[in-house]
Nanobody
Framework: QVHLVESGGGSVQAGGSLRLSCAAS????????MGWFRQTPGKEHEGVAA???????DYADSMQGRFTISQDNAKNILYLQMNNLKPEETAMYYC?????????????????????WGQGTQVTVSS
């Protein structure tokens, strides 16, 4: 059974930074896609960033240059470094995974491709 556990959320002022972590257990696949999605009440999941086993990453346009997705394969941890955060980026951030290869951009744009979700970690950005 795959479990994804996020941490690192919190409250920051606009312009601040946070690093989210996602610890993946029971995830031993050599081909996979993982990513970060965010959601605010009443809205659909929005893809933030994704990466697959090739190491290629994809970002939403508004996050390009400010967010960095990375992975520590030895520790089975996925990270999301978020810099210069904006108040409108306040949301619940979810770690997500699928145990097969997918184009990183396709995975990020399609929450329906996610097979495993974490419980989420709240990020609040104040102005």
């Amino acid at each position: 059974q795959v479990h994804l556990v996020e941490s690192g959320g919190g409250s920051v002022q606009a312009g601040g930074s946070l690093r989210l972590s996602c610890a993946a257990s029971g995830f031993t696949y050599s081909t996979y896609c993982m990513g970060w999605f965010r959601q605010t009440p009443g809205k659909e999941h929005e893809g933030v960033a994704a990466i697959n086993n090739s190491g290629r990453a994809d970002y939403a346009d508004s996050m390009q240059g400010r967010f960095t997705i990375s992975q520590d394969n030895a520790k089975n941890i996925l990270y999301l470094q978020m810099n210069n955060l904006k108040p409108e980026e306040t949301a619940m951030y979810y770690c997500a995974a699928r145990d097969e290869y997918y184009n990183e951009g396709s995975f990020r744009r399609n929450p329906g491709l996610v097979r495993y979700w974490g419980q989420g970690t709240q990020v609040t950005v104040s102005s």
